[in-house]
């Protein structure tokens, strides 16, 4: 009993000094989870910063007393550390160590890192197959996806900003910064909804309209195209319906050069339109070939065939084409692919091929289940 208490305090001052639950368990062989039930249950994080050091101080003078064979520099650390205590309690409020606890702050829009963990363990079971796909290829800098509609696009994306805002390991502040870009900004605050839903699932209520601040300093910001407003952002990407939006070319510079940082990523996924819109040489690859000599440009495969599982192309962006067979087959089960085939024309089922000549980004087999 008297081990575990020891155990249970060393654990505490390790937190106290900076040490993650992590490292502490790693440092001291014990499960992670046993370290964060002490956390919550002792109260750590309330512990006023005075008390912390007190505790300690007390922990180390106790540990020197019991000592038999004391040196001239145990008793000269007794005499420190018995003065440095007694000016601490002089200097400690009315009320303090009378057992009523400090009056505390909460903490706007704020997780704790029990909460952030079983967000995590949330988000990542519930995705399904292109979902997860998208997850593993989080890390990429530059993004592209042609999709179905009604498969959990937005949905999906606003979870995994969600998490990226919320982790402990970025250099740099900025990079937990996310920025959402859609058609109109009532599209963006579908965005800012998801995320408030998957935080009320740990206990968390976010507040806040076009921007959200986390309590870690990460900024959410929720915007409509308009290229004036979205020059002064700083964070990742997540643009939304991109071959929908009107002046696009324009616009994909300014949204672009919001995630020009060291670190930061963009993505843009939408379902396709036309050839005829800005985004479509932004797509094939055409709009970097322009700009290169002939013996410098690269040939781009965007067909169904080639871009299904996703693929890193000649500019550095991960391209892929997800239909809605593809999630069907691989255990979507939130559309009938029978009743919307039935409900449409071949040209209006066919989500995932451009109009007019755009060409085909999903072969004519894939459109019968």
């Known amino acids: 009993m008297i081990q575990d208490a020891f155990v249970r305090q060393r654990a505490k001052q390790l937190y106290w000094q900076g040490y993650p639950p992590a490292e502490i368990a790693r440092l001291m062989g014990i499960n992670q989870n046993t370290i964060y039930a002490w956390k919550k249950r002792d109260e750590w994080d309330e512990t006023p910063p005075v008390q912390r050091v007190s505790q300690s101080m007390d922990a180390r003078l106790i540990q020197l007393t019991d000592k038999k064979d004391k040196t001239g520099g145990d008793f000269k650390e007794i005499d420190l550390l018995t003065r440095q205590l007694k000016k601490l309690s002089d200097g400690q409020p009315a009320g303090a160590g009378t057992g009523k606890k400090p009056r505390k702050r909460k903490l706007k829009n704020h997780f704790t890192e029990e909460q952030i963990v079983a967000l995590r363990e949330k988000i990542l079971d519930s995705l399904s197959w292109h979902q997860r796909g998208w997850y593993e290829q989080r890390h990429h800098r530059n ?208 989500t995932c091929i451009c109009a007019s000549s755009f060409a085909m980004v999903s072969p004519p087999s894939t459109l019968t289940p």
């Open 143 to 350: 993004r592209m996806i042609l999709k179905s509609r009604q498969i959990g696009a937005t949905w999906y994306f606003a979870r995994e900003a969600l998490l990226d805002a919320l982790r402990d390991d970025v250099k740099y502040p900025y990079q937990r910064n996310q920025i959402f870009l859609s058609a109109s900004r009532r599209q963006a605050h579908q965005f800012r909804g998801f995320i408030q839903r998957m935080a009320e699932e740990v206990d968390v209520e976010l507040k806040g309209g076009d921007k959200i601040v986390l309590s870690n300093g990460a900024e959410l910001h929720f915007l409509g195209t308009s290229a004036a407003t979205a020059q002064s952002y700083t964070g990742n990407l997540k643009f939304d319906e991109f071959f929908w939006v009107s002046n696009f070319t324009n616009l994909r510079k300014v949204a672009g050069a919001m995630a020009t940082l060291k670190g930061l990523t963009r993505t843009y996924f939408s379902t396709p339109s036309g050839e005829t819109h800005e985004a479509y040489p932004f797509w094939t690859g055409d709009r970097w070939n322009e700009k290169r000599p002939k013996a410098q440009r690269k040939a781009f495969d965007v067909s169904w065939k080639t871009l299904n599982s996703g693929l890193l192309c000649p500019d550095k962006t991960w391209r892929q084409i997800v239909t809605l067979k593809d999630v069907i087959d691989h255990g979507w089960e939130y559309t009938d692919l029978e009743e919307i085939q039935d409900e449409n024309s071949e040209d209006e089922f066919a």
